[in-house]
C-alpha cells in the first residue's frame, strides 16, 4: 500500500514570496490533515479536510495560508505572502474516517526555509 | 485547554537497555486516544502504539509498551532491548473520539553501542 506522498521535500524562499506543498493521501482515505512542525515542538494542525470539506481549520493563519482539496483526494497548501516565521515543517496526514478513530498516517513532510 | 506535556527533551539509553519516556495529559474528556510516535530524521512520524483509554490494559507492541494511568492521566511508553535504529524523537499524542490529534513537544532518544 503506497503511504502519504508530499512534494516537495524541501523549499527555500524569501519572505514575502509564495509557495505551494502537494499531498496525496493513502488512497480511500476520506480525513486529510496538514499540521505544521516548528523545530523543537510538536506538530501542530494547520487544517483538517473529511472528504472535500473542512472540518476544522480553527488555528491555520487565513490571512496568508489556505488550503484546498479538490475531488476530496489530493491536497494543496498554500503561503502567500511568507514570513520568517512560517520556516517549518509542513506534514501532511491521512485516515480513513477520523470518526471511527482511526490513527493517521504521516508524510514525509516538506521543509520549509523563508530567509 | 487539553494539552500534553513532555517533560524530557532528551533521553539516553544504552544498546540492550529499556528506558521509559514520560508524558501526562490534561483533559476533561472521558473517551480518547492517547499514541506514541517515532520520528527519525527523515521526518515522517511513524505510529509506535496507541492506546484506547476505556481499556485498562495496557497496550504491547513487542519491545514497546505503555503504562497508562487514567486517573493520573499518564501515558509512558517503555522500550526494552533498545536497538540503535530506536533512535529518534517521541511525540506523545492525545486525541479526543471525533477531535485533532494533539503532540507534546517530543523527547529525543539516543541510543548508545
Known amino acids: 500500500e503506497a503511504g502519504v506522498a508530499q512534494s516537495p521535500r524541501y523549499k527555500i524562499i524569501e519572505k514575502r514570496q509564495s509557495v505551494a506543498f502537494w499531498c496525496n493521501p493513502i488512497s480511500g482515505h476520506a480525513t486529510l490533515y496538514w499540521y505544521q512542525q516548528i523545530l523543537g515542538q510538536g506538530p501542530k494542525l494547520l487544517i483538517q479536510f473529511q472528504n472535500n470539506g473542512v472540518v476544522d481549520d480553527s488555528q491555520l493563519p487565513k490571512d496568508r495560508f489556505s488550503a484546498e482539496r479538490l475531488k476530496g483526494v489530493d491536497s494543496t497548501l498554500k503561503i502567500q505572502p511568507a514570513k520568517l516565521e512560517d520556516s517549518a515543517v509542513y506534514l501532511c496526514?491521512?485516515?480513513?474516517?477520523?470518526?471511527?478513530?482511526?490513527?493517521?498516517?504521516f508524510g514525509q513532510g516538506t521543509r520549509l526555509t523563508v530567509v | 485547554a487539553q494539552t500534553v506535556t513532555q517533560s524530557q527533551p532528551e533521553m539516553s539509553v544504552q544498546e540492550a537497555e529499556t528506558v521509559t519516556l514520560s508524558c501526562t495529559y490534561d483533559?476533561?474528556?472521558?473517551?480518547?486516544?492517547l499514541f506514541w510516535y517515532k520520528q527519525p530524521p527523515s521526518r515522517q512520524m511513524i505510529l509506535v502504539i496507541r492506546?484506547?483509554?476505556?481499556?485498562?490494559q495496557n497496550a504491547t507492541e513487542n519491545r514497546f509498551s505503555v503504562n497508562f494511568q487514567k486517573a493520573a492521566k499518564s501515558f509512558s511508553l517503555k522500550i526494552s532491548d533498545s536497538q540503535l535504529g530506536d533512535a529518534a524523537m517521541y511525540f506523545c499524542?492525545?486525541?479526543?473520539?471525533?477531535?485533532?490529534?494533539?503532540f507534546g513537544t517530543g523527547t529525543r532518544l539516543q541510543v548508545f553501542p
Open positions: 492506546q484506547e483509554a476505556y481499556k485498562q
Open positions: 496526514a491521512s485516515s480513513l474516517d477520523y470518526r471511527e478513530g482511526i490513527e493517521a498516517f
Open positions: 483533559t476533561s474528556e472521558s473517551d480518547y486516544y
Open positions: 499524542a492525545y486525541r479526543p473520539y471525533t477531535d485533532k490529534l494533539i
